[in-house]
């Protein structure tokens, strides 16, 4: 069992930057690739980054060249490093942790574990 507790969301302007956290517990972090997703109201839950163990990283289109996927595997966290945000970034963001450390999957369905979820909103 792995649980997943995001921070870092708010309310930033256009242009602005946030970096969420997502501290994990339980079982060994280095075990699990990590993605981070969101939803904005009324859509789908959507890729936006994930990380293998190794450190192997992969972006959804949308975010490649402004957002930055890492991970501490010693502070068994990881983060999502988000510039230059849009309104249309605005969305809860969710990370999640896939158990085939290796893997740098865009499914959602991949992802055993899940946070909460954290607000980000980005006002025009």
């Known amino acids: 069992q792995v649980q997943l507790v995001e921070s870092g969301g708010g309310l930033v302007q256009a242009g602005g930057s946030l970096r969420l956290s997502c501290a994990a517990s339980?079982?060994?972090?280095?075990?699990?690739?990590m993605g981070w997703f969101r939803q904005a109201p009324w859509k789908e839950r959507e890729f936006v980054a994930t990380?293998?163990?190794?450190?192997?990283?992969y972006y959804a289109d949308s975010v490649k060249g402004r957002f930055t996927i890492s991970r501490d595997n010693a502070k068994k966290t990881v983060y999502l490093q988000m510039h230059s945000l849009k309104p249309e970034d605005t969305a809860v963001y969710y990370c999640?942790?896939?158990?085939?450390?290796?893997?740098?999957?865009?499914?959602?369905?991949?992802?055993?574990?899940w946070g909460q979820g954290t607000q980000v909103t980005v006002s025009s």
């Open positions: 999640a942790a896939d158990s085939i450390a290796y893997r740098a999957t865009i499914s959602p369905d991949d992802y055993k574990y």
């Open positions: 339980g079982r060994t972090f280095s075990n699990y690739a």
């Open positions: 990380i293998t163990w190794s450190g192997n990283t």
